[in-house]
């Protein structure tokens, strides 16, 4: 670093021979794979998930070392990031070999990325405005609870109890996706073609429910209780849901299999599915222990997670660069 950090990114020696250690045996994954992402006295960097290797700047932001970073998005392609801090939304596009400087985008959060990079939806004074990669961002004339934007420039938003498919360049001319929309936290996967969503009704309660949005017919299928969709593995395979006894879980999205860590929030999956990025402390909560730890994802029972980075407070993600 350009100088002293408070900021710790060197792996403690026990835990990266723990790491080491547990991918020698038959039953444990590999070491984790990819790059932590996380804004270091306003700037963003990337370190390596295993612990090897040197951390580096890969964006400038123009934030004040002291501004508080509530989110770090990366988008499943790995080509877009998106930071949200309490002076605003900042993007770059990133590229494994250069610094870039981030642009700053006319609106708050939540943020919600396109799984292909190719923009996000934000908050405006008067409903959600779309920012395209390269382009001018667009007032868009939704008001939507739940609202996500898809590959391409489309977007998936509820609007009077049922689910609709537009351009966010035409965003008046829609295509009728299902007779059900969830009232928060939708959140499509990565290919498109499957979405999971927050639904509370009176006959069933409260859960998440998983469809598909690409047959015409979006049945639903209880995923989980009472809980919030995170993110998604790039592959499709994990959901990480944060429920409502403060756990981090990941649940198969076929199958159903679930692991939890109890006292942890989770940040995001890693690209391969194998790993987990969880925090103790958020904006929302802060604690102590603001470390970042990594845990696989294997087995019936949650493993133990190993801390990575020291005094993250609790905003990063995981960037497997194209």
């Known amino acids: ?5 408070r900021f710790c990114f060197a792996l403690a020696a026990a835990a990266a021979a723990s790491l080491c250690a547990q991918s020698a045996l038959a039953e444990e994954p590999a070491p984790p794979a990819g790059q932590i992402v996380l804004v270091v006295e306003g700037a963003l960097w990337a370190t390596a998930a295993n612990g090897e290797g040197t951390p580096r700047p890969i964006a400038e932001l123009g934030l004040g070392a002291d501004q508080v970073v509530g989110a770090v998005h990366v988008s499943p392609a790995g080509n877009l990031a998106v930071v949200e801090s309490e002076v ?11 610094v870039r400087r981030a642009a700053r985008a006319p609106c708050g959060g939540p943020v919600r990325l396109a799984p292909d990079g190719s923009g996000f939806l934000c908050s405006g004074d008067d409903g959600l405005v779309y920012q395209p ?8 004339p939704l008001t939507s ?17 049922q689910l609709w498919r537009a351009s966010s360049a035409r965003p008046r001319k829609r295509t009728r996706v299902a007779d059900h929309a969830p009232i928060a936290h939708l959140l499509p996967s990565p290919a498109g073609d499957r979405a999971v969503g927050f639904y509370s009704e009176p006959d069933s309660g409260e859960h998440i429910y998983a469809f598909r949005i690409d047959d015409g017919r979006a049945i639903r299928r209880t995923l989980a209780g009472p ?14 849901v944060r429920d ?9 999205s076929v199958g159903g299999e679930t692991l939890c860590w109890n006292g942890y929030t989770g940040l995001a999956v890693s690209a391969d599915g194998n ?9 929302e909560a802060p604690a102590k222990d603001r470390s970042l730890y990594v845990a696989p994802i294997l087995g ?4 133990k997670p190993q801390a990575i980075v020291q005094n993250a407070w609790g905003a990063a993600a995981w960037w497997t660069p194209e």
């Open 145 to 161: 609870t739940a609202a996500a934007a898809l590959a391409d420039g489309e977007l998936l938003y509820r609007d009077q109890k």
């Open 88 to 98: 605003g939304i900042h993007w770059v596009q990133l590229h494994p070999d250069q």
């Open 1 to 5: 670093m350009r100088r002293r950090s």
């Open 300 to 303: 019936v029972s949650a493993k």
């Open 275 to 283: 790993h987990v990025l969880l925090t103790r402390s958020t904006r």
């Open 227 to 240: 809980s919030m969709p995170m993110s998604w593995s790039a592959d499709g395979r994990w959901l990480l």
């Open 133 to 140: 990669v390269g382009w001018r961002h667009r007032e868009l």
């Open 244 to 252: 409502t006894r403060k756990r981090a879980c990941v649940i198969r």
